[in-house]
């Protein structure tokens, strides 16, 4: 990984249909794409942040941060406990 890259945060959370997911960038309003996977979303939330500010995306750093809801994050949290 190279120092000079360019840092970028991508927030996922479900949508509203089951199984969607919804991206956006947190450092470039507007940069926001969906899929019906995190996979998915995860590539076209690239593909978009490379288009929006006409760069290759190879050249960005960008980290996945996922959101989800109170609930699963409860059972998340208890299954790393138990672990």
């Known amino acids: 990984m190279t120092k000079n890259r360019k840092r970028y945060t991508a927030v996922y959370e479900p949508a509203g ?8 960038i947190a450092e470039v309003p507007g940069c926001i794409s969906q899929g019906r996977s995190v996979a998915q979303a995860r590539s076209r939330i690239r593909e ?6 006409d760069v290759d995306e ?3 750093q960008v980290h996945d941060e996922l959101r989800l809801p109170a609930i699963l ?3 998340v949290d208890a299954y790393r406990k138990r672990r």
């Open 73 to 75: 994050q409860r059972h």
């Open 48 to 53: 978009a942040l490379g288009l929006f500010l």
């Open 58 to 60: 190879s050249t960005v």
């Open 17 to 24: 249909a089951p199984g969607w997911w919804t991206v956006q």
